[in-house]
Protein backbone atom coordinates (compact mmCIF):
# COMPACT_ATOMS: atom_id res chain seq x y z
CA UNK A 1 0.00 0.00 0.00
CA UNK A 2 1.60 3.48 -1.28
CA UNK A 3 2.42 6.17 1.12
CA UNK A 4 -0.46 8.45 -0.06
CA UNK A 5 -3.53 6.77 0.68
CA UNK A 6 -5.58 4.17 1.91
CA UNK A 7 -8.98 2.26 1.16
CA UNK A 8 -10.01 0.83 4.16
CA UNK A 9 -12.90 -1.15 4.07
CA UNK A 10 -15.43 -1.38 7.17
CA UNK A 11 -13.71 -4.26 10.01
CA UNK A 12 -14.29 -5.04 13.34
CA UNK A 13 -13.37 -2.30 15.70
CA UNK A 14 -12.83 -2.93 19.39
CA UNK A 15 -11.59 -0.25 21.79
CA UNK A 16 -9.65 -1.10 24.46
CA UNK A 17 -10.20 0.73 28.12
CA UNK A 18 -9.13 0.50 31.53
CA UNK A 19 -11.53 -2.67 32.89
CA UNK A 20 -9.98 -4.76 29.75
CA UNK A 21 -6.03 -5.48 29.45
CA UNK A 22 -5.73 -8.96 27.15
CA UNK A 23 -2.39 -8.04 25.39
CA UNK A 24 -3.05 -10.02 22.10
CA UNK A 25 -5.09 -6.97 20.13
CA UNK A 26 -6.09 -6.11 16.43
CA UNK A 27 -3.61 -3.03 15.07
CA UNK A 28 -7.40 -1.05 14.98
CA UNK A 29 -7.27 -1.22 18.99
CA UNK A 30 -7.03 1.67 21.04
CA UNK A 31 -5.09 0.93 24.42
CA UNK A 32 -5.39 2.71 27.34
CA UNK A 33 -6.28 3.44 30.89
CA UNK A 34 -4.72 7.12 31.69
CA UNK A 35 -7.35 9.82 32.24
CA UNK A 36 -6.28 11.73 29.71
CA UNK A 37 -7.48 9.04 27.11
CA UNK A 38 -10.29 8.20 29.52
CA UNK A 39 -11.76 12.34 28.83
CA UNK A 40 -10.90 11.55 25.25
CA UNK A 41 -12.73 8.59 24.55
CA UNK A 42 -16.09 9.37 26.82
CA UNK A 43 -15.85 12.97 24.27
CA UNK A 44 -15.73 10.44 21.40
CA UNK A 45 -18.37 8.01 22.66
CA UNK A 46 -20.97 11.30 22.53
CA UNK A 47 -19.51 12.71 19.07
CA UNK A 48 -20.01 9.48 17.18
CA UNK A 49 -23.10 9.17 16.88
CA UNK A 50 -23.86 12.03 15.89
CA UNK A 51 -23.34 13.73 12.26
CA UNK A 52 -20.65 16.65 12.91
CA UNK A 53 -17.66 16.84 11.00
CA UNK A 54 -14.77 15.91 13.82
CA UNK A 55 -10.97 17.96 13.52
CA UNK A 56 -8.23 15.79 15.70
CA UNK A 57 -5.53 18.07 16.76
CA UNK A 58 -2.45 16.30 17.92
CA UNK A 59 1.04 15.71 17.49
CA UNK A 60 2.56 13.26 15.00
CA UNK A 61 2.17 9.80 16.10
CA UNK A 62 -0.33 9.99 18.97
CA UNK A 63 -2.92 7.73 17.00
CA UNK A 64 -5.25 10.55 15.28
CA UNK A 65 -5.95 7.95 12.17
CA UNK A 66 -7.11 5.59 15.28
CA UNK A 67 -9.61 7.83 16.91
CA UNK A 68 -10.96 8.43 13.24
CA UNK A 69 -11.52 4.62 12.97
CA UNK A 70 -13.59 5.07 16.18
CA UNK A 71 -15.66 7.51 15.21
CA UNK A 72 -16.88 5.53 12.59
CA UNK A 73 -17.01 2.41 13.38
CA UNK A 74 -19.68 3.92 16.83
CA UNK A 75 -21.27 6.26 14.39
CA UNK A 76 -24.40 5.09 12.06
CA UNK A 77 -22.33 4.45 8.92
CA UNK A 78 -20.05 1.53 10.55
CA UNK A 79 -21.80 -0.50 7.84
CA UNK A 80 -20.27 2.00 5.00
CA UNK A 81 -16.45 2.69 3.96
CA UNK A 82 -14.12 4.56 5.84
CA UNK A 83 -11.36 6.32 3.34
CA UNK A 84 -8.26 7.72 4.35
CA UNK A 85 -6.25 9.65 2.46
CA UNK A 86 -2.62 11.69 3.62
CA UNK A 87 -3.37 15.27 2.17
CA UNK A 88 0.18 16.34 3.15
CA UNK A 89 2.33 13.50 0.64
CA UNK A 90 0.48 14.46 -2.30
CA UNK A 91 0.95 17.94 -4.80
CA UNK A 92 -2.11 19.98 -5.26
CA UNK A 93 -2.70 18.11 -8.69
CA UNK A 94 -2.22 14.51 -7.79
CA UNK A 95 -4.51 15.13 -4.50
CA UNK A 96 -7.12 16.34 -6.70
CA UNK A 97 -7.58 13.63 -8.79
CA UNK A 98 -7.23 11.15 -5.52
CA UNK A 99 -9.78 12.93 -4.04
CA UNK A 100 -12.30 13.62 -6.61
CA UNK A 101 -11.38 11.62 -9.26
CA UNK A 102 -11.08 12.38 -13.02
CA UNK A 103 -12.31 11.82 -16.47
CA UNK A 104 -10.44 9.92 -19.28
CA UNK A 105 -8.13 12.29 -21.32
CA UNK A 106 -8.89 15.26 -18.25
CA UNK A 107 -4.69 15.15 -18.18
CA UNK A 108 -1.55 13.51 -19.82
CA UNK A 109 -1.41 10.12 -18.58
CA UNK A 110 -5.37 9.78 -17.96
CA UNK A 111 -5.67 6.84 -19.84
CA UNK A 112 -9.58 6.26 -18.65
CA UNK A 113 -11.71 7.48 -15.86
CA UNK A 114 -10.83 7.47 -12.08
CA UNK A 115 -13.13 7.53 -9.21
CA UNK A 116 -12.04 9.53 -6.40
CA UNK A 117 -11.62 8.59 -2.51
CA UNK A 118 -14.58 11.07 -1.95
CA UNK A 119 -17.04 9.13 -4.10
CA UNK A 120 -15.46 5.60 -2.70
CA UNK A 121 -16.52 6.90 0.30
CA UNK A 122 -20.27 7.67 -0.47
CA UNK A 123 -22.16 6.35 2.58
CA UNK A 124 -19.67 6.14 5.00
CA UNK A 125 -16.51 8.57 6.48
CA UNK A 126 -14.10 10.46 4.89
CA UNK A 127 -10.82 11.01 6.51
CA UNK A 128 -8.40 13.65 6.00
CA UNK A 129 -5.29 13.33 7.60
CA UNK A 130 -2.69 16.37 7.63
CA UNK A 131 -5.16 18.59 6.54
CA UNK A 132 -3.64 21.72 7.45
CA UNK A 133 -0.92 20.81 4.50
CA UNK A 134 -4.07 21.21 1.46
CA UNK A 135 -3.00 23.92 -0.66
CA UNK A 136 -5.51 26.99 -1.07
CA UNK A 137 -7.08 25.28 -4.01
CA UNK A 138 -7.72 22.62 -2.91
CA UNK A 139 -9.20 24.13 0.25
CA UNK A 140 -11.81 26.35 -1.96
CA UNK A 141 -12.92 22.82 -3.72
CA UNK A 142 -13.36 21.13 -0.60
CA UNK A 143 -15.14 23.95 0.92
CA UNK A 144 -17.72 23.43 -1.58
CA UNK A 145 -17.61 20.07 -1.60
CA UNK A 146 -18.98 20.41 2.27
CA UNK A 147 -21.50 22.90 1.70
CA UNK A 148 -23.25 21.54 -1.85
CA UNK A 149 -22.33 17.66 -1.04
CA UNK A 150 -21.31 17.44 -4.58
CA UNK A 151 -17.89 16.99 -6.28
CA UNK A 152 -16.79 17.60 -10.16
CA UNK A 153 -14.11 15.27 -11.30
CA UNK A 154 -11.26 16.48 -12.90
CA UNK A 155 -12.04 17.11 -16.52
CA UNK A 156 -16.05 16.70 -15.83
CA UNK A 157 -18.73 18.72 -16.21
CA UNK A 158 -21.76 16.41 -14.44
CA UNK A 159 -21.61 17.36 -10.43
CA UNK A 160 -22.01 13.67 -8.93
CA UNK A 161 -23.96 13.55 -5.27
CA UNK A 162 -21.72 12.21 -2.56
CA UNK A 163 -22.72 11.88 1.20
CA UNK A 164 -20.03 11.56 3.60
CA UNK A 165 -19.16 12.15 6.88
CA UNK A 166 -15.98 14.28 7.41
CA UNK A 167 -13.48 13.83 10.16
CA UNK A 168 -10.27 15.38 9.42
CA UNK A 169 -6.36 15.55 11.77
CA UNK A 170 -3.49 17.74 11.87
CA UNK A 171 -0.87 18.26 13.75
CA UNK A 172 -0.91 21.98 13.06
CA UNK A 173 -2.56 25.00 14.64
CA UNK A 174 -5.23 25.92 12.17
CA UNK A 175 -6.25 29.11 14.26
CA UNK A 176 -3.15 30.64 13.62
CA UNK A 177 -2.81 29.11 10.52
CA UNK A 178 -6.34 31.12 9.16
CA UNK A 179 -4.58 33.99 10.72
CA UNK A 180 -0.93 33.68 9.05
CA UNK A 181 -3.60 33.11 5.56
CA UNK A 182 -2.63 29.37 5.18
CA UNK A 183 -6.01 27.94 5.62
CA UNK A 184 -9.18 29.67 5.02
CA UNK A 185 -11.39 30.40 7.72
CA UNK A 186 -14.32 29.63 6.44
CA UNK A 187 -13.33 25.90 5.71
CA UNK A 188 -11.90 25.94 9.43
CA UNK A 189 -15.24 26.51 10.85
CA UNK A 190 -16.94 23.54 8.50
CA UNK A 191 -14.11 21.19 9.44
CA UNK A 192 -14.33 21.63 13.58
CA UNK A 193 -17.42 21.36 14.52
CA UNK A 194 -16.36 19.31 17.23
CA UNK A 195 -12.75 19.24 17.89
CA UNK A 196 -10.97 15.95 19.91
CA UNK A 197 -7.21 16.58 20.79
CA UNK A 198 -5.10 13.39 20.66
CA UNK A 199 -2.45 13.66 24.27
CA UNK A 200 1.08 13.12 23.91
CA UNK A 201 2.30 10.15 25.03
CA UNK A 202 4.47 11.89 28.17
CA UNK A 203 1.14 13.21 28.84
CA UNK A 204 0.00 9.76 29.43
CA UNK A 205 2.96 7.36 30.85
CA UNK A 206 0.40 5.18 32.47
CA UNK A 207 -0.14 3.70 29.22
CA UNK A 208 3.09 2.92 27.68
CA UNK A 209 3.36 -0.72 29.92
CA UNK A 210 0.16 -1.66 28.20
CA UNK A 211 1.42 -0.34 24.83
CA UNK A 212 4.80 -2.00 25.14
CA UNK A 213 2.97 -5.62 25.92
CA UNK A 214 0.44 -4.97 22.92
CA UNK A 215 3.76 -4.30 20.59
CA UNK A 216 5.49 -7.07 22.11
CA UNK A 217 3.07 -9.64 21.49
CA UNK A 218 2.00 -8.62 18.25
CA UNK A 219 4.51 -7.53 16.36
CA UNK A 220 5.81 -9.03 13.03
CA UNK A 221 8.99 -10.14 14.87
CA UNK A 222 7.39 -12.43 17.57
CA UNK A 223 8.41 -15.44 15.86
CA UNK A 224 12.39 -14.71 16.45
CA UNK A 225 11.38 -15.52 19.93
CA UNK A 226 13.34 -12.71 21.27
CA UNK A 227 12.39 -9.79 23.28
CA UNK A 228 9.00 -11.47 24.32
CA UNK A 229 8.89 -9.90 27.85
CA UNK A 230 10.77 -7.23 29.58
CA UNK A 231 11.76 -6.66 33.07
CA UNK A 232 10.59 -3.64 35.15
CA UNK A 233 13.80 -1.71 35.22
CA UNK A 234 13.66 -1.29 31.54
CA UNK A 235 10.17 -0.99 31.64
CA UNK A 236 10.78 1.60 33.52
CA UNK A 237 13.11 3.30 31.96
CA UNK A 238 10.40 3.26 28.79
CA UNK A 239 7.92 4.64 31.19
CA UNK A 240 10.07 7.82 32.07
CA UNK A 241 11.04 8.55 28.58
CA UNK A 242 9.34 11.34 26.98
CA UNK A 243 8.95 9.76 23.26
CA UNK A 244 8.88 13.26 20.81
CA UNK A 245 8.03 10.54 18.23
CA UNK A 246 4.99 9.33 20.46
CA UNK A 247 3.26 5.77 19.77
CA UNK A 248 4.86 5.43 16.24
CA UNK A 249 8.19 5.76 17.68
CA UNK A 250 7.34 3.41 20.69
CA UNK A 251 6.53 1.00 18.34
CA UNK A 252 8.88 1.48 16.48
CA UNK A 253 11.58 0.56 19.21
CA UNK A 254 9.54 -2.17 20.58
CA UNK A 255 10.03 -3.64 16.63
CA UNK A 256 13.80 -3.51 17.41
CA UNK A 257 13.73 -4.77 20.35
CA UNK A 258 12.04 -7.96 19.05
CA UNK A 259 14.99 -8.42 16.82
CA UNK A 260 18.18 -7.12 18.47
CA UNK A 261 17.47 -8.09 22.13
CA UNK A 262 19.82 -10.71 23.51
CA UNK A 263 16.97 -13.59 24.88
CA UNK A 264 13.24 -13.80 25.58
CA UNK A 265 13.63 -10.55 28.25
CA UNK A 266 14.67 -7.54 27.41
CA UNK A 267 16.62 -6.21 29.82
CA UNK A 268 18.34 -2.51 29.97
CA UNK A 269 21.51 -3.33 28.15
CA UNK A 270 19.16 -4.43 25.38
CA UNK A 271 16.98 -0.62 25.18
CA UNK A 272 18.62 2.58 22.65
CA UNK A 273 21.55 5.04 24.40
CA UNK A 274 18.89 7.97 24.41
CA UNK A 275 16.11 6.18 26.40
CA UNK A 276 18.99 4.60 29.23
CA UNK A 277 20.33 8.50 29.30
CA UNK A 278 17.68 10.92 27.85
CA UNK A 279 19.80 13.89 29.92
CA UNK A 280 23.37 12.63 28.00
CA UNK A 281 25.08 15.11 25.47
CA UNK A 282 26.01 14.35 22.59
CA UNK A 283 29.47 15.25 21.67
CA UNK A 284 30.68 15.29 18.10
CA UNK A 285 33.92 14.65 17.90
CA UNK A 286 33.57 14.01 13.77
CA UNK A 287 32.56 18.02 13.69
CA UNK A 288 33.25 19.22 10.30
CA UNK A 289 33.72 23.36 10.46
CA UNK A 290 33.99 23.67 6.50
CA UNK A 291 29.83 21.74 6.22
CA UNK A 292 26.97 23.94 6.22
CA UNK A 293 24.17 22.76 8.44
CA UNK A 294 22.38 22.77 5.38
CA UNK A 295 24.31 20.05 3.96
CA UNK A 296 24.63 18.17 7.11
CA UNK A 297 20.82 17.67 7.30
CA UNK A 298 20.97 16.99 3.74
CA UNK A 299 23.52 13.82 4.55
CA UNK A 300 21.38 12.69 7.74
CA UNK A 301 18.20 12.61 6.04
CA UNK A 302 19.22 10.53 2.96
CA UNK A 303 21.20 8.40 5.33
CA UNK A 304 17.77 7.76 7.45
CA UNK A 305 15.82 7.16 4.01
CA UNK A 306 18.76 4.56 2.68
CA UNK A 307 18.34 2.88 6.30
CA UNK A 308 14.73 2.46 5.61
CA UNK A 309 15.64 1.25 1.95
CA UNK A 310 13.70 4.28 0.87
CA UNK A 311 10.37 3.84 2.79
CA UNK A 312 9.43 7.77 3.13
CA UNK A 313 7.08 7.05 6.17
CA UNK A 314 9.43 5.21 7.88
CA UNK A 315 12.29 7.53 8.04
CA UNK A 316 9.77 10.55 8.19
CA UNK A 317 9.08 8.69 11.73
CA UNK A 318 12.48 7.62 12.58
CA UNK A 319 13.03 11.52 11.99
CA UNK A 320 10.85 13.18 13.79
CA UNK A 321 9.28 15.06 10.99
CA UNK A 322 6.40 15.47 8.63
CA UNK A 323 6.18 13.21 5.57
CA UNK A 324 5.15 16.53 3.64
CA UNK A 325 8.24 17.95 5.17
CA UNK A 326 10.61 14.87 3.62
CA UNK A 327 8.78 15.06 0.52
CA UNK A 328 9.91 18.94 0.28
CA UNK A 329 13.42 18.64 1.76
CA UNK A 330 13.69 15.62 -1.39
CA UNK A 331 12.46 18.02 -3.77
CA UNK A 332 14.72 20.81 -2.09
CA UNK A 333 17.84 18.66 -2.92
CA UNK A 334 16.80 17.67 -6.00
CA UNK A 335 16.70 13.81 -5.09
CA UNK A 336 12.69 13.08 -4.89
CA UNK A 337 12.91 10.69 -8.57
CA UNK A 338 15.54 8.65 -6.69
CA UNK A 339 13.15 8.05 -4.18
CA UNK A 340 9.57 7.83 -5.70
CA UNK A 341 9.07 4.52 -5.02
CA UNK A 342 10.02 2.00 -1.59
CA UNK A 343 13.68 1.00 -2.86
CA UNK A 344 17.35 2.04 -2.33
CA UNK A 345 18.54 4.01 -5.04
CA UNK A 346 20.90 3.06 -7.01
CA UNK A 347 24.02 4.99 -7.19
CA UNK A 348 24.84 6.77 -10.13
Request: net charge negative; proline share 4%; hydrophobic share 35%.
Amino acid sequence: MSDSNQILPPSDFQILGASQTHPMLNQNQIIYKSEAMHQVMGMLDRVAPSKATVLILGESGTGKELLAHAIHQRGNRSHKPFVAINCGALRETLLESELFGHEKGAFTGAYSRKVGLAEVANGGTLFLDEIGEMSPGIQSKLLRFLQEGEIYRVGGKEPIKVDIRLVSATNKELDKEVIAGNFREDLFYRVNTIMLSAPPLRRRREDVPLLVQHFLNTGENVHLNRGRRIDDEALAALTKYDWPGNIRELQNVCERLQILADGETIAMSDLPQQIVEPDQKVILDDYDATMPLHEFEKRYILKALNYFDGNKTQAANALGITIKTLYNKLHEYGEFEKYAVHSRPKSS
